[in-house]
C-alpha cells in the first residue's frame, strides 16, 4: 500500500543505496532539504518522478525514494518534459548539475522556460566539472585555475538566473546548500508554483573548486526576503540577479503566474495521455478515410 | 496500336508558379475515376523560383509502379520548363504550355510530338489581371480533353481543392478550365488511351501521410520532432488533427530534445516517436541507446534524403543504412523496419509501436524522400483501424493503479528482472510502491547503478545477456523478406530493400512479359537480420543484382557481413532522382547479357 499522507515524513523518501558523494559535498544538502520539501508538501513518492541527466549531482534520483530517471548527459529536461506531457499527474523534479544544465543542455534549459511546463529544475552550481575531475564549467568564474583553464578561465560566467528571467521562465530562485532550512522552504515554494520552477543552488564541490567554498558563500550570501524583496517586479529581479562578487541574494528573485503547456495543450483536455483510450473510433476513421479519397 | 492503359503526365514551372497544386487536382480526378495514380514531385529547396517538375503516372490498371518515364503530356507552366523538357516527349505525346509567354522558336520537338498553344489572355479575358495563375487551370482542362477524363469528377476535384470557403475561386476557375478545355477540343485530337477507371474511389496518400495514419490508429499519443525535410510531413499531417485525436504533437527545439522528449513520454507510459532525416538523426544517436539501455519503448522515422552533410534537401537516396546500423555507441537490441510502399508504411509504423512496447527497445523505420513524399492511390479496403495493439506485461495498468497494485510485497519488483525473454515487466511511473530509476548507466535488475562500483563483471554480463536476449524474440516476431519467384528456375534474382519495391515489381511484370523468368526479393525487415532466407534465396539463384538508390551498395554490404553472399552485379543511383523503370529494365537485361558489367550506375539526366 503508498502511504497515506499522515504516514510521510522525511524517511519516506529514503533510498536503499546511499549518497556516493565525497564527504562534505553539497549535493548532500540538497537531497536532504528536497526530502524535507516532499514530506512537508506530503508528496506520495509513487507520484514523484526525479530526473536527471550525468554528473555528481545528476546520481541523485538514485538517493531519493521517488520514480527516477537518469538520463544522458544534458538532456534530463527533454526526457522529464516528455514524462510530464505523457503525465501531468505526476510531480516531476529535475535534477543536475551546472555543466549538465547550462553547458551541453543549455538550450533545452532556455526553451523549457518558454514552454513553462509545470515542472521544478534544481541545479546543483558547483561552478566546476566534478565528475570529470576538475574542469571550467559554464559559471567558472572568469580568470580561474582549473584543470581544463590552468592560465585561468578566459570566459565569463553565465548568470543562470538573469537568463532565466530573460527566458520566460516564471519562477526563479537561488539557494545554497550550507542553507538547508531556508533551501526547502524555497524547494516549497518551487515545487508548489504552477509553472516552470528554477532553483539555482550553490551546492560546493570540496574536490575541485578551491574558490567557491562554503566560506566563500557564506560571506556573501543574504535573504532577498529580509531585505523586502518584490517578487513580482520583474526590472528589479533581473538587477538582482547580477549581484555576485560582493553580495549573493538567496530566495526567490521573481515569480510569475502564466497559463502552463499542460493546460493549453487541446491533446491534454481529455486528462493525462498516459489515461487516454488508443487509437480511433470507428466513426473517426470513417471521416478520416473520407479526407483521403 | 492499341491505346495505351497507362499514361504519364509532367508538369513543370518554378516553385511557386503551382505545380504541385495543379498536380494534386489531376491526381484527385484520376483517384476518383477509379484509375490508379503514383505522383513524384521533383522540387528544390527553393520557395519561390527554381525549377520544379511534377510527374505522374496513371492507369486503369493497378500496374502502376512508378512515376512513368517520358511524358505523353508536358504542362510547361514557364520557358524553362519546356526549354529542359521538349525532348522527354513522347512519339505522339502533347506540350501544352502559355503561348503569350512561352516562346517555342528554336525548340526542338521529337517526332509526332504536338504543341497546344494557350492564348491565355485571350482565354480569360473575363478575368482580367490574374492569368499568371490561371494558365495552370486552362492547362487542367486541355489536359481534362487529351486524356479522355470525366468532366464530372473533375469539376468536383477543383471544388473540393478550393472548398466551400472559395467558392467564388472554385467556379472562376471551373469556366476557365472549361475554356481550356474547348480550346484543345478545337485544335487536337484526344490521346489514343484506354483510361477507363473502375469507378472504385481509392484514398490519394503519401508515405508520411500513412505513417502519421499509422502512428494515431497504433495508438501513438506523443509525437515529438523538429522540421526537416522530408520528414517534417508527418508533423505538417499530425498537427491539424492531434488535438482532437487525443495526441501531443510536440514541434522541439532540436532533434535531440524531440528523441528525448519522445524517450521520456514512452517510459512514462504513452506511445511515442519521433521523426526526422538523415541530419536530425545523427543528433539523435546518442538517445538511440538510451532507450535500449533504460528499456523504454520509442518508434523514429528516418526519412533519408541525398547526403552526406546537408547534401540534397528535397532529393532522395538510400544512403543512411549503415548509418542506422551504426547509430548510438556499444551494442544494444532495436529493430530497424524499411516500409516498403504507402500502404506498408501504414503498417510498419503500427508494427512498430507493437514491437517497441513488446520489446521494449528502440524501434527505427528507415523510409526515404521517394516513398514519403510520393503519393500513390491505395485501396481504403487494405487500412483498417482496427489493428493489433501489443503492449507487453505491463505490472498494474493505469486503470488500475487507482487502488493497490496487487504485486505481493514477498517479491521485490525488479524493473530490469532477468527473464528467459529478456523482456521485463514494466510499472509505470506513478504505479503505487514500485519505485525504481531508469539508469543510461549500467545497472543491476532492481535499476541501481554498478558503473560506480569498483567491478562488478557478474552483473554486468548478466544485463547485456539479459537485454541481447531481445533480439531472439525480435527475429521471431518479424517476417523474412518479401519473395516473389523460385529462385532456382529463374534466370536472375532482383533484391532491394524498402522504396524500390515498385518499381522492382514494375521490372519484373516486363521480364515475365517477354518470357524471362525472374525472381525478386525484397528486404524490409533488416535488423535483426532474416540471413538464414537470404542466404537461401540469395545461393539458389543463378545470377543475381542487388538495386540500390546509393553509391556504396550499403544493402549488398550487409548482406555479405550477414551470409557472405556476393553479388554478381549491382545497379547504383545516387544523381537525387528515384530508379526509373525504362533505363533500370536495360540495366536488368545487360546483367542477362554474356560479359554483364559488375556495376551500373543510372544516371537521369
Known sequence: MAETKQQLTFASYKSQTPPDWCPGCGDFGVLNSLQTACAALEIDPSQLMVVSGIGCSSNLPGFIRAYGFHSLHGRSVPVASGIKLANHDMNVVITGGDGDGYGIGLGHFVHAMRRNLNVTYIVM??????????????????????????????????????????????????????????????????????????????????????????????????KLESENHDSSNFETALKKSFEWDLRIPLGVFYQTERPTYEEEEGALEFGPLVKQKLGLSDEDWKALIKETL | MTNKPRVTVWIGGAAGDGVASTGDIFCKTSSRMGLHVYAYNSYQSVIRGGHVYYQVQVGADSKVLSQG???????????????????????????????????????????????????????????????????????????????????????????????KKKAEVAEANVSIAKAGLEHAKSKLEPLPLALKGDGKRRSLLTGNQAIAMGSVIGGCKFYAAYPMTPASSIMHWLAPRAPKYGVVMKQCEDEIASINMAIGAG??????????????????????????????????????????????????????????????????????????????????????????????????????????????????????????????????????????????????????????????????????????????????????????????????VKMMEKRMRKVDGLLKATKGPVVDGNPADSAITLVGWGSTLQIIQEIVLALRKEGVKVCHMQIRNIIPFHAAEVEAVLKASKKTVCIENNFTGQMATLIRQETSFQFHHKIHKYDGEPFYFEPLLEQVKACLAPGAPARQVQLTV
Open chain 1, 125 to 222: 552550481n558547483n561552478e566546476i566539472y566534478g565528475l570529470t575531475t576538475g574542469q571550467a564549467s559554464p559559471t567558472t568564474m572568469k580568470s580561474t585555475k582549473t584543470k581544463s583553464t590552468p592560465y585561468g578561465s578566459i570566459e565569463s560566467q553565465l548568470n543562470p538566473e538573469a537568463l532565466a528571467l530573460v527566458s520566460g521562465a516564471s519562477f526563479v530562485a537561488r539557494g545554497f546548500s550550507g542553507e538547508p532550512a531556508h533551501l526547502a522552504e524555497t524547494m516549497k515554494k518551487a515545487i508548489q508554483h504552477k509553472g516552470f520552477s528554477l532553483v539555482d543552488v550553490m551546492s560546493p564541490c570540496v574536490t575541485y573548486n578551491k574558490l567557491n567554498t562554503y566560506s566563500w558563500f557564506r560571506e556573501r550570501v543574504y
Open chain 2, 69 to 163: 518515364d517520358d511524358a505523353d503530356v508536358l504542362i510547361a507552366l514557364n520557358q524553362d520548363t519546356i526549354n529542359r523538357h521538349a525532348a522527354h516527349i513522347r512519339e505522339g505525346g502533347v506540350v501544352i504550355y502559355n503561348s503569350d509567354k512561352i516562346k517555342t522558336e528554336g525548340i526542338k520537338l521529337g517526332a509526332g510530338v504536338r504543341a497546344l498553344g494557350l492564348p491565355v489572355t485571350q482565354l480569360t479575358q473575363a478575368y482580367p489581371g490574374k492569368s499568371g495563375v490561371m494558365q495552370n487551370t486552362l492547362a487542367l482542362g486541355a489536359l481534362v480533353h487529351l486524356l479522355g477524363l470525366d468532366w464530372a469528377i473533375f469539376e468536383e476535384s477543383i471544388r473540393s481543392t478550393f472548398g
Open chain 2, 267 to 460: 517510459h512514462a507510459g504513452v506511445r511515442s516517436m519521433t521523426g526526422t532525416a538523415g541530419g536530425g538523426f545523427a543528433l539523435m544517436t546518442e538517445a538511440v541507446g538510451l532507450a535500449a539501455m533504460t528499456e523504454t519503448p520509442v518508434v523514429i522515422v528516418e526519412v533519408q534524403r541525398g547526403g552526406p552533410s546537408t547534401g540534397l534537401p528535397t532529393k532522395t537516396e538510400q544512403g543512411d543504412l549503415w548509418q542506422i546500423l551504426g547509430a548510438s555507441q556499444g551494442e544494444y537490441p532495436r529493430a530497424v523496419i524499411a516500409p516498403t510502399s504507402v500502404s506498408d508504411a501504414f503498417y510498419a509504423t503500427t508494427e512498430s509501436l507493437n514491437l517497441a512496447e513488446q520489446f521494449q527497445c528502440p524501434v527505427l523505420i528507415i523510409s526515404d524522400l521517394l516513398l514519403s513524399e510520393h503519393m500513390e492511390t491505395v485501396d481504403p479496403d487494405t487500412l483498417t483501424n482496427h489493428v493489433p495493439i501489443e503492449r507487453g506485461e505491463i505490472i498494474a495498468p493505469w486503470i488500475e493503479s487507482h487502488g493497490t497494485n496487487g504485486h505481493g510485497k514477498t517479491e521485490k519488483y525488479l524493473r530490469f528482472k532477468d527473464t528467459p525473454s529478456g523482456v521485463s515487466p514494466r510499472a509505470l511511473p506513478g504505479t503505487p510502491d514500485l519505485m525504481y530509476v531508469a539508469a543510461s548507466d549500467e545497472h543491476n535488475e532492481e535499476g541501481i547503478v554498478i558503473s560506480d562500483v569498483y567491478t562488478d563483471t557478474t552483473t554486468r
